[in-house]
């Protein structure tokens, strides 16, 4: 399975950007995602997730992002989405999307740089 991301650059301090990311590959592994989401990762920290999302639609959100994200998915177009309201410095990382099978194998996207100046 390969996740292309799309979408991110740069914003200043309370803009808005959104993230996309396709699913491509092997149809019998692409319907075998349960979980689809985005992690982050800045400069010298660890990654992070900032949403994921399950086939079911039960949606976790990282702790800080605090009502301003929000993921959904079209599973039909194997597609998951990000938008970011309310950017802050602090959100300046690179995104990445993440999918995961349901015998928990897991995919990564090549990442998409969000950047928020002050």
């Known amino acids: 399975v390969q996740l292309q991301a799309s979408g991110g650059g740069t914003v200043q301090d309370g803009g808005s950007l959104s993230l996309s990311c396709a699913a491509s590959?092997?149809?019998?592994?692409?319907?075998?995602?349960?979980?689809m989401g985005w992690y982050r990762q800045a400069p010298g920290k660890q990654r992070e997730l900032v949403a994921d999302i399950t086939t079911d639609g039960l949606i976790d959100y990282g702790g800080f992002v605090k009502g301003r994200f929000a993921i959904s998915r079209d599973s039909a177009k194997n597609m998951v989405y990000l938008q970011m309201n309310s950017l802050k410095p602090e959100d300046t990382a690179v995104y990445y999307c993440?999918?995961?099978?349901?015998?928990?194998?897991?995919?990564w996207g090549q990442g998409a740089q969000v950047t928020v100046s002050s």
């Open positions: 590959g092997n149809s019998g592994t692409i319907r075998a995602i349960n979980l």
């Open positions: 993440n999918a995961v099978t349901k015998a928990m194998h897991e995919y």
